[in-house]
């Protein structure tokens, strides 16, 4: 019997998916930090005799343009397969959204290696960004995540659930961030700027790619659970019952399962909240490196490590606040918490000009995360289980498609708005946060009309 507990336990384990999250996210952090690092380095005119302000601007804009062409290669190439890889991870093996975009993110980041060794020209990374995003890209992945992590949960924990995902994957970026100024310039003395790091992120990206290739394994079905407990109980031995989330994970084979009625106004309005909430969180993300490099703050690589790493403290902060959350609200509250808590501290982030204050706005930004995790909750409780892989994909579609709108006009409104108020991106970002919040309301309203309830959104 120890030793059956001790196998069914281990095969528990295989079924995470966080060191597959934590590696990545740990592997992304330092490629983000390089990528940026280089680029600054790379368009970096101290030959120059024009006046150090010009200089500065001058620098910003070329940045603030590679990263509009490399955001939309990098955003529109998933449209090419990301659907299909999904399509075939609900249908052939889930692992397949996972183990493509992985091995698309091993082949893109060494060629930020070979452009550092061998001095070839910015541009390549364009080509590294098109070959990731024609293996999947983020968008594919996380939808595979999502989809393993929804099938290894049951409806009543699932937002839970998510919340840990994206805390594990917040947490791994905050260390890799943290860690990433002083690998860039630590070891400049014996190799060139960013090669160690860069090494450092392909490491872990092969680490990912091998785990998810021989060691995850997804969640069991009821079916077969119920197959294998009936086996132990042949020879007399035990295995811990089916939990919820085997129950829930294919609900198509579990016949005493009612089927599920989707909401189609529910599910619009979910689509419609979380794209305006990126639309939100992206515009602001895009163009907050170019903000801190340039004055007043003129952040150096360790600095920037720091500021990058306060942006993973929310992880932190929202997935305590889902915690608390859950017990006392709904889904869609903790929803509606989540943008408010973004939106002001975004539009502080408007008058920052000094450090403490930047500081101060990341603060207010601590329940930031919320929204997009429980957002797929509440996506997964309306559509079967065998449809996860799509719906999660199709969601990650429209952020991503909306994402890269959103990089290429924010960059170019701060182009525009740069000598004039370089806060005023976030001002907008403020705007869009508080318009996600009308089709949240409707959703409400929808749930309060479908229970027949008018009490206030608690449990």
Request: net charge positive; aromatic share 12%; glycine share 8%.
């Amino acid at each position: 019997e120890a030793a059956i507990s001790t196998m069914v336990g281990m095969t528990m384990m295989r079924t995470w998916v966080e060191p597959v999250v934590a590696g990545s996210q740990v592997a992304s952090a330092f490629y983000d930090t390089a990528l940026l690092l280089v680029v600054k380095n790379y368009y970096n005119q101290t030959n120059s005799t024009a006046p150090s302000h010009l200089l500065e601007d001058a620098q910003q804009k070329a940045v603030s343009n590679f990263y509009i062409i490399y955001n939309l290669v990098l955003g529109l190439s998933p449209l090419v397969s990301a659907y299909g890889l999904s399509k075939l991870g609900d249908k052939v093996h889930r692992k397949i959204p996972i183990c493509f975009p992985l091995l698309g993110y091993l082949g893109s980041k060494s060629l930020l290696l070979l452009l550092i060794l061998l001095d070839w020209p910015i541009e390549v990374m364009y080509g590294a960004a098109a070959f990731n995003g024609l293996t999947g890209g983020f968008t594919t992945f996380w939808a595979g995540i999502m989809a393993l992590g929804s099938l290894g949960s049951s409806e009543s924990r699932r937002s839970l659930r998510l919340i840990i995902i994206e805390l594990v994957y917040g947490l791994s970026g905050f260390l890799g961030s943290m860690a990433s100024g002083y690998l860039f310039v630590g070891f400049s003395d014996r190799y060139r700027e960013g090669t160690v790091l860069v090494s450092c992120s392909i490491a872990c990206y092969a680490f990912c790619l091998l785990y998810s290739t021989f060691v995850l394994t997804v969640p069991r079905t009821a079916a077969s659970c119920a197959a294998k407990a009936k086996s132990v109980e042949e020879v007399g031995g035990q295995v811990p019952a089916c939990t919820g989330a085997e129950e829930s994970a294919h609900p198509s084979e579990n016949s005493s399962q009612a089927p599920i009625t989707p909401s189609k106004l529910i599910i619009i309005m979910l689509f419609v909240a979380a794209i305006l909430y990126d639309l939100a969180v992206v515009g602001a993300i895009n163009v907050l490196p170019l903000f801190l490099l340039r004055e007043p703050l003129s952040w150096n690589a360790v600095q920037i490590g720091y500021g990058n790493a306060a942006g993973y403290v929310i992880f932190i902060t929202s997935f305590l606040g889902v915690f608390v959350f859950s017990k006392y609200v709904r889904d869609i509250t903790m929803i509606m918490i989540g943008v408010v808590s973004f939106s002001t501290g975004v539009l502080i982030m408007a008058f920052v000009r000094w450090t403490f204050l930047f500081y101060i706005a990341r603060a207010v930004m601590l329940f930031a995360l919320i929204p997009l995790p429980t957002i797929r909750s509440m996506l997964s409780k309306h559509v079967e289980g065998s449809s996860y892989g799509k719906v999660f994909v199709l969601l990650q579609l429209s952020l991503v498609t909306t994402g890269v709108v959103t990089s290429t006009v924010f960059n170019k409104i701060y182009q525009s708005t740069l000598n004039w108020y370089s806060g005023f991106c976030f001002i907008l970002s403020f705007l869009a946060g508080c318009l996600s919040l009308l089709p949240l309301s409707i959703v409400a309203i929808k749930q309060r009309s479908t229970t027949g309830s008018f009490q206030i959104l608690t449990k």
